[in-house]
């Protein structure tokens, strides 16, 4: 008998070197909304959840800040975070205008049709823009 487990998304945690400028960074420049925020003096870390709508229909970034650590080593295994948006160079725009730092401009995917590009955040996590129409 094979048992059925229905499982989501529900966040990805990235460690940040300043909490408020990746709060302004996700919100401002990206679009997202500071959905709650989680002080714990005692255990000496925040946390600040991020995204385009709340759990259970979305799923949100969980920023986290360990107190007095100013900033990590990304390592080689993490890739990047996606977003869908409906016109690249529209979103391109839009966050260098907001001062964001666009590291691959929009094109086609290698091989491919697929629009996409890339922006970096204040920690140096990667995002993709990926174009879905509609």
């Known amino acids: 008998m094979a048992i059925i487990v229905r499982m989501r998304l529900l966040h990805t945690m990235l460690r940040v070197g300043d909490l408020q400028r990746s709060i302004d960074f996700y919100t401002r420049v990206l679009g997202m909304k500071l959905l709650r925020t989680t002080e714990r003096p005692e255990q000496k870390y925040s946390l600040a959840f991020v995204g385009y709508g709340s759990n259970p229909e979305h799923a949100e970034i ?6 007095g650590v100013p900033g990590y080593e990304l390592g080689t295994a ?16 839009k966050i ?30 990667k995002i993709e823009l990926i174009e879905r129409r509609g």
């Not at 969980?62 to 107190?67: G, P, Q």
């Not at 993490?78 to 725009?93: F, K, N, R, S, T």
């Not at 590291?103 to 629009?115: A, I, L, M, Y």
């Open 78 to 93: 993490y890739g990047h975070i996606a977003l869908g948006v409906p016109d690249v160079h529209a979103a391109c725009e």
């Open 96 to 125: 260098r205008v907001s001062g964001g730092n666009i590291t691959r401009e929009p094109g086609p995917v290698k091989g491919g049709s697929t629009v996409i590009a890339f922006v970096t955040d204040p920690d140096g996590y």
């Open 62 to 67: 969980e920023l986290t800040y360990n107190h």
